[in-house]
């Protein structure tokens, strides 16, 4: 079935292009929702009464593209993660650490549209990684991922010996029921006064 396209629509198309998909995918989803209309004379007399307007729109995103893509590599986007002494992250970046990491600095891509070299990254160091903008258009963001200081498993034992020590011995309240070693001590101590038999 022949439809023209509303508004943009992830793999299929942008505002007033013209494709063919499956009639039920039409029927069942596109057309209830209003993401298109059914291509015929009137709908295409429509769509080039609409043209300069349509094109004013995808003006617009090619200028927002351009913008975005001198915002990416503009700078470096730090990541500090963990990481052991060769280097070797307690994890790894992937798209989506990296689009919060640009949410963080008020720069908002959809984590779709970044391209992470081998999926992910698990190692600490500089990368180049692929941000699909508009169009055919590509920034290249520079990403350094740094170690975070960690403390070592010794310290991180010895912290939590500490913590232990510390922790002051929970009292149980009157509405509270006794453990089993309580009511244990407690019916071993009235056999001994001769209170049970």
Same mark, same amino acid.
Do not use: C, W
């Given at each position: 079935?022949k439809?023209?396209?509303n508004?943009?629509i992830?793999?299929?198309g *942008? +505002?007033?292009? @013209? #494709? $063919?998909?499956?009639?039920?995918?039409? !029927?069942?989803?596109?057309l209830?929702?209003?993401l298109?209309?059914?291509?015929?004379?009137?709908?295409?007399?429509?769509l080039q009464k609409?043209?300069? *307007? +349509?094109?004013? @729109? #995808? $003006?617009q995103?090619r200028?927002?593209? !351009?913008s975005?893509?001198e915002?990416?590599?503009?700078d470096?986007?730090?990541?500090?993660?963990?990481?052991?002494?060769?280097?070797?992250?307690?994890?790894a970046?992937t798209?989506h650490?990296i689009?919060?990491e640009?949410?963080?600095k008020?720069?908002?891509?959809?984590?779709?549209?970044?391209?992470v070299?081998?999926?992910?990254?698990k190692?600490?160091?500089?990368?180049?990684?692929?941000?699909?903008?508009y169009?055919?258009?590509?920034a290249?963001l520079?990403?350094?991922?740094e170690?975070?200081?960690v403390?070592?498993?010794?310290?991180?034992k010895?912290?939590?010996?500490?913590?232990k020590?510390?922790?002051?011995r929970?009292?149980?309240?009157?509405?509270e029921?006794?453990?089993?070693?309580e009511q244990?001590?407690?019916?071993?101590?009235?056999?001994?006064?001769?209170?049970?038999?």
């Amino acid at each position: 079935m022949k439809v023209i396209l509303n508004q943009d629509i992830p793999n299929l198309g *942008e +505002i007033g292009d @013209i #494709k $063919e998909v499956a009639a039920g995918y039409a !029927r069942n989803y596109l057309l209830p929702k209003k993401l298109v209309m059914v291509y015929n004379e009137k709908s295409a007399a429509m769509l080039q009464k609409r043209q300069a *307007e +349509i094109l004013a @729109i #995808k $003006e617009q995103k090619r200028l927002a593209s !351009r913008s975005l893509k001198e915002k990416l590599e503009a700078d470096t986007l730090v990541i500090s993660m963990p990481a052991g002494s060769n280097g070797k992250l307690y994890g790894a970046v992937t798209n989506h650490t990296i689009a919060d990491e640009l949410l963080k600095k008020g720069i908002e891509v959809d984590r779709k549209k970044i391209e992470v070299p081998g999926r992910s990254i698990k190692s600490v160091g500089n990368y180049k990684v692929a941000v699909k903008l508009y169009e055919k258009d590509e920034a290249a963001l520079r990403v350094s991922i740094e170690a975070q200081a960690v403390a070592s498993a010794e310290e991180k034992k010895a912290g939590e010996g500490e913590a232990k020590k510390r922790r002051p011995r929970r009292q149980r309240t009157e509405t509270e029921p006794a453990t089993a070693e309580e009511q244990a001590a407690a019916f071993e101590a009235a056999v001994n006064r001769g209170q049970l038999s």
